[in-house]
Every structure is written in C-alpha cells, then in structure tokens.
C-alpha cells in the first residue's frame, strides 16, 4: 500500500513524499522527487500525517469509563473511539476498587488481541495509594500500602501492568516502588502531599514518572519546590503534563519545557467517559455512588472543565490532540517537537520505540491524518484504517447519557 501526502511528520522533519506499507509496517519512505514504481493508493494532498498517538493516561472516552463493569463489547467502543482522535496506543488507566480487579483481567486478555482501534500497550493504575485531594479537597487521612492487595493486582494484570501510582509519603511506600519495579512495573509519584525531600526519596527508591505533573501534587514554591520541583529537576523522571490549558496553564507548560529535558516530557488526555460528552450536570455514580461524595455530580462545562461538586477538577473532556492544537496555537511550538510529546517520547519510556513512536522505515504504520483544523480525519493502526471519519460517524455511547446526564 502507498499513501502519500506533502506534509509527514517522520524522524527527520515535514518531508513532502509517500509512505509504503507492508504487512502493516512502514516499509519505505519514498520523497516527493523519489520515484514509486507502484500506483498510490491514497493520495491525502496537502493534509498532515503525524505519528500515532500513544495516551498512556486514559481512563475512557465517549460515553465509556475502565471500571469494574466494564464489558468487551465496552472496551471496543472505547479503543475506536480513541482512532478517532488519533490515538493508536493506550495503557487504559484504571482506579483500583475491589479485589475482583475484573476490569484489569479483561484489559490484560485484551491487548493480546487485534480490534478495530487503538491498540492496548499495557495497563496504568493510577493509585490506589496516594494522600493527596488537591485544591477545594478535603484531607481525610493517609493510606497505608497492602502488599497482598499489591501483589493480587500484579497477577491479575498477567503481565500487562506497565504503570502504577503511589505517594512516595504514605506508609510502606518503599516497599512497594521497590517490589513494583523488581516485576518491571514503572512507578509513578501520583496524589501526593510530599516535600521535595520526600519526593526526592522515592525517586532514589526507583520513581520515574510524574502522574499528571502539577495536579495533585505539590507544587513549585519558593521555599520548597515539592513533588513538582523534583520530578522536574531529577533527569530520570519522565513527566506527563495534561496540555488542555485547563488542568495547567499555558505558561506554566511553558515554563515547564524550559526547565525539563524535552526528551523526558508524556502529552496524556487524563480522559475519561466524559470526553465527547454534552456540557451539562451528570450523576456521579461513575466515579461511585456515595451521594455524600464531593464527587456525587459532576459537572462538564462549555470549556471543557469536568468538575465536583466543589469545583475540584475530575479528569478532563478532551484528548491529546485538542492539547497539539494549544502547543502548536498558541504556544506557537513546532510541530516536529510536539509530536514526540505524544508518540515517540512516552515509546522511548515505556520500550516499545523499536516499533512504534514515529514514522520511519521498519516501524509499524500507526499514524493519524489530520486537518489544519486538527480534526483527526483518518487513523491507521499497524496499516489498517481503524478510523475514516466519512464512515465512523456515531461512536459515542448514548446510553451513557441516558443515564447520567440529569
């Protein structure tokens, strides 16, 4: 298969040229004064091709959540629907609630299977052991880790949990960044209260990602830089950063890319059921059904907010490629730097970047088109179009709505 366009977005820049797919692999990238001695298959004229997106904080999307009742016919739903924003690869990210962990089980025998849709890389629990409710929350206490619970959601996942949370603060923190990261599990400072220092230590204990930098944790300040401040200043941590401008500002990002090695820098959604969703109030029985809860309502405002009762921030609404657009927009970056936030920097980290992350020969296929309007257009995964939006036109899941939306 050749496709072809005058703007790709490969390993050595915007090249204006054809792509040539085998077996779902790049094959060849041929430039624009090179000859094909084959008929093109697609010609995408003047739209950009940019390298699959690779969320690897995503806990669902339009009309779906990763929760304990989710079924296949669910998770499909989701994994089309993430093509439909560009998305190619995901670690669906889950809030452990029981002991079931049926949620994790059915991702596990999942991402050993093909579907129409992104593919499942791996699977991210975020938590359960953080200490931290953020602004307009309530501290009602401190956790303490449970290694037997630790150790059955190890087993559950069947070797797909790539990516686990944890305050380096709470008790039995050591033991478990130690333990997680002996079974090759990366570990990220997530929900957290610590200090610089505190969060120093877990570092040294073997930390390596920030959990959505700068939300929910401690913040820079000038005395005490906190959680934030070191998994800036520390060169092994890779930090995810939400680029909606909601959960943190655009200079803020800003000064962020300043400080940190860019290399070391994840674009995440931090999505869930809400992103495609119409702005309103909805019940809150999907993040569960205490109706004391700050989170017994949650309301999706007109810029994309997804909020408590009390105003604290509850995931986002919108998906990475809504936070390419605000890098590229208004924070006026390249997009041959943007792309490697959301593709082949969280590849490099998490150790598939021999196979996927951008688009160079003998890589698979994944790639999305876009317009200049960044609306994803067309998605191919592995050289499959899992995503045409002339066809795919009603992907969201109306029952959730039905139920939730008050």
Same mark, same amino acid.
């Given at each position: ?59 669902? =999307? ?241 810029? =994309? ?102």
């Amino acid at each position: 298969m050749f496709i072809k366009s005058s703007r790709i977005y490969t390993e050595d820049g915007c090249k204006s040229g054809c792509l040539e797919i085998e077996n779902g692999v790049i094959k060849q990238f041929h430039l624009q004064d090179s000859p094909v001695k084959a008929d093109i298959d697609v010609d995408y004229g003047d739209k950009r091709i940019i390298p699959g997106i690779f969320d690897t904080h995503n806990h669902g =999307g339009h009309g779906v959540r990763m929760n304990d009742d989710i079924t296949e016919d669910g998770i499909k739903r989701y994994l089309k629907g993430l093509a439909s924003v560009g998305v190619t690869a995901v670690f669906p990210t889950v809030l452990p609630a029981d002991e079931d962990f049926s949620c994790m089980k059915l991702l596990a025998k999942m991402s050993k299977e093909t579907h129409d849709g992104a593919r499942i890389m791996g699977i991210h629990s975020e938590g359960p052991w953080g200490s931290r409710v953020g602004e307009k929350g309530i501290n009602t206490g401190y956790p303490e880790v449970d290694m037997e619970y630790g150790k059955k959601m190890l087993a559950a996942c069947d070797g797909s949990l790539k990516l686990i949370g944890i305050a380096p603060e709470v008790n039995g923190a050591y033991e478990a960044v130690k333990f997680f990261t002996s079974k090759g599990v990366n570990v990220a400072a997530y929900h957290t209260n610590a200090n610089y220092a505190e969060a120093n230590a877990g570092i040294d204990w073997g930390i390596t990602v920030a959990t959505h930098l700068g939300n929910v944790m401690t913040g820079l300040h000038h005395r005490d830089i906190g959680t934030m401040g070191a998994c800036i200043n520390r060169d092994e941590v890779y930090c995810e950063i939400i680029c909606d401008g909601l959960h943190i500002s655009l200079p803020m990002v800003d000064i962020i890319l300043r400080l940190k090695d860019n290399d070391k820098i994840i674009m995440i959604s931090d999505a869930g059921a809400y992103l495609g969703a119409p702005c309103g109030t909805y019940k809150g029985t999907v993040f569960g059904n205490n109706e004391e809860s700050d989170r017994a309502t949650i309301h999706v405002t007109e810029e =994309g907010f997804v909020l408590s009762k009390t105003g604290r921030l509850s995931g986002s609404s919108k998906p990475s490629i809504f936070g390419i657009k605000n890098l590229a927009e208004v924070l006026k970056l390249p997009m041959e730097q943007i792309v490697k936030f959301a593709s082949l920097n969280p590849c490099e980290k998490y150790g598939i970047a021999d196979k996927k992350g951008s688009i160079v020969k003998g890589k698979d296929a994944d790639f999305a088109v876009i317009s200049d309007d960044y609306d994803v257009l067309y998605t191919y995964s592995e050289g499959r179009l899992v995503y045409d939006y002339e066809k795919d036109t009603d992907l969201f899941n109306h029952k959730f709505v039905e139920e939730y939306k008050l």
